[in-house]
């Protein structure tokens, strides 16, 4: 009988012969933990470990009326399919990108056809209209100041004196991500020795909460960091602070990725075990059993951790802010506190952050979708309640966004075309890595007894 997410698994876990230690939970075959609370869901383990929704829970061959199916070849493929397809994809966004960047070379060009162009003429609605005008000035406004700043200069004291301040503000950015780099490997370390010693799966959460963490507060972080580098213009501001946003949110997952590679290496009888990582049970190492679920699982837990921040973040911290706002912005406009005011300004919709976090849910799917099989499923439900829960915000909450960065072709293509590109090769070397140099587990998933992923492949072509 075929298990799938919506069963609920029942333990079949025989006291009679199998008894279990520390670090010996997953030793016996028959045993397979129940459901027993809902952090089992958020973590992907529990009942939830040996289901549908993990590549350990297939198995070599199905065969289906006499016609036998073969699953490991049939992964790779669709593996493969999904990685071309999106490759090509990244092309012909990438051409257009660059032929929208020919056609406003010219800085005289560009703003007659900003000038006579912009005006939606289907628009209809009086505050639609309004909006729409109060956008085309903001984008003028921003693009002038950027073309006369570019050709004033600074004065040898303002140079030195700007070379000191981001100076120390790039030193105290990387002092930042290093902590934020000891804080992920700590976790790991701590929560993933706990998991592999009592099977414990609440534990288990703290690393992508840290991971997700990082990629929340830290960007926060910047955008204060940037009020003080006394940059030319508001696009060159959000354009740093955008890419210390994206710099992170890679970080994290590359440090997240090592620390999940350095804890499966005992399955792998590798020399390039890190100590830190092993967990030694009555003078033998014990290793995290099934690594390609393990990994699918962690893919699992930052995007359902993820949006489920972001959903709570847009829904409470928005909501306070708008009715501080409605509350407080006029009353002490003419009190002696009137220099609080701009805290309690009407929140605005961030366009950047809203598309590093698309892009970042991209990346973990494509990292995580031959690990675990269902997880464009759950991508697609969670981009369709994400949008609904912003769509809310925005009507109810926000005012539109302030900055100007992404209707310009050249930083549209500079800050988001090149970033996902960046992203999809990242994503692509590590899944062929995984695929042509890890062992596959030999206890579960449909590449067990196989040397390499990729050998399903040869013996069918020999």
């Known amino acids: 009988q075929t298990t799938t997410i919506l069963t609920v698994p029942k333990s079949t876990k025989n006291s009679s012969t199998c008894t279990l230690g520390p670090g010996e939970w997953y030793q016996c075959p028959a045993y397979k933990p129940s459901f027993t609370s809902p952090v089992d869901l958020v973590t992907g383990r529990g009942g939830y470990n040996d289901t549908a929704l993990f590549l350990g829970h297939y198995v070599n061959f199905t065969e289906y009326n006499g016609i036998s199916y073969n699953r490991p070849v049939a992964i790779l493929l669709c593996t493969a399919v999904v990685f071309g397809i999106s490759f090509i994809m990244l092309i012909i966004k990438l051409v257009q990108s660059c032929r929208i960047i020919y056609l406003y070379k010219g800085t005289e060009t560009y703003f007659c056809n900003r000038v006579f162009g912009s005006w939606d003429f289907s628009i209809v609605d009086a505050h639609a209209a309004k909006l729409r005008k109060k956008c085309i000035q903001k984008i003028l406004k921003e693009e002038l100041g950027e073309h006369v700043s570019n050709q004033s200069s600074r004065t040898p004291k303002e140079i030195l004196q700007v070379v000191l301040i981001r100076t120390v503000t790039n030193l105290f950015v990387i002092l930042l991500m290093i902590g934020m780099t000891a804080a992920i490997i700590a976790s790991a370390i701590y929560s993933w020795k706990q998991l592999v010693l009592l099977s414990t799966n609440a534990k288990g959460l703290l690393v992508p909460i840290v991971v997700i963490f990082s990629i929340i507060v830290l960007p926060i972080v910047f955008h204060i960091v940037a009020d003080f580098e006394k940059y030319k213009t508001h696009g060159e501001r959000v354009t740093m602070t955008l890419i210390r946003s994206a710099v992170v949110r890679i970080a994290t997952l590359i440090v997240y990725i090592f620390s999940v590679y350095a804890a499966v290496q005992c399955t792998q009888d590798s020399e390039l075990q890190i100590e830190e990582f092993s967990v030694t049970v009555r003078n033998r190492t014990v290793c995290i059993p099934c690594w390609e679920t ?78 675990s099989p269902l997880l464009p499923a759950f991508m697609v439900a969670i981009l369709v309640i994400m949008f609904y829960v912003k769509k809310f915000s925005v009507v109810w909450n926000l005012e539109p966004d302030n900055d100007a960065i992404f209707r310009h072709p050249r930083m549209m293509f500079l800050s988001l075309m090149m970033f996902i590109l960046i992203v999809y090769i990242f994503a692509f070397l590590l899944v062929g890595y995984a695929v042509i140099s890890l062992r596959p587990s030999s206890e579960c998933g449909p590449f067990q007894n196989q040397s390499h992923m990729y050998s399903v492949l040869t013996l069918h072509t020999r």
């Not at 962690?298 to 949006?307: D, G, P, V, W």
């Not at 961030?350 to 698309?358: A, E, G, N, T, V």
């Open 294 to 371: 393990f990994f699918g699982q962690q893919c699992y837990q930052l995007l359902l951790l993820e949006f489920l921040f972001i959903a709570l973040l847009t829904v409470i911290l928005e909501t306070v802010r708008n009715l501080a706002h409605k509350a407080c912005y006029k009353r002490v406009q003419d009190t002696r506190f009137r220099k609080f005011q701009p805290i309690f300004s009407k929140p605005s919709f961030i366009l950047s952050d809203s598309i590093l976090d698309l892009v970042y849910f991209q990346l973990l799917l494509w990292l995580g979708f031959l690990f």
